[in-house]
Nanobody, 124 residues
Framework: QVQLVEAGGGLVQAGGALRLSCAAS????????MGWFRQVPGKESEFVAT????????DYTDSVKGRFTISRDNAKNTVYLQMNSLKPEDTAVYYC?????????????????WGQGTQVTVSS
């Protein structure tokens, strides 16, 4: 079972930036697409971004396009989420996930391994 460990969350003012990282224990990390999701208490998990195994393809939910950038460093078994121009509505627990199943990369069901989450709080 792979371990995914997120880091980089915190409290930031609106307009600020944070960089999340997710380190994977799996030696075959470079063969898996990865995704970031976020969740607010009482709401369903929301897709944020995904990146292909090689890093050559990315996808974002509309609300973060132009502000967030997903990237990966396969030599370090790490995926990143650079978040700029943060808004209060970006406040959530952010989870990284490893895609292990077929289906839309925007659905949580396509991801079989998840990190523990990291809290991002954006104050107005």
């Amino acid at each position: 079972q792979v371990q995914l460990v997120e880091a980089g969350g915190g409290l930031v003012q609106a307009g600020g930036a944070l960089r999340l990282s997710c380190a994977a224990s799996r030696r075959t990390f470079s063969t898996y697409a990865m995704g970031w999701f976020r969740q607010v208490p009482g709401k369903e998990s929301e897709f944020v971004a995904t990146i292909s195994a090689t890093g050559g393809s990315t996808d974002y939910t509309d609300s973060v396009k132009g502000r967030f950038t997903i990237s990966r460093d396969n030599a370090k078994n790490t995926v990143y989420l650079q978040m700029n121009s943060l808004k209060p509505e970006d406040t959530a627990v952010y989870y990284c996930a490893e895609r292990t199943a077929y289906g839309s990369s925007r659905y949580p069901q396509a991801y079989g391994n998840w990190g523990q989450g990291t809290q991002v709080t954006v104050s107005s």
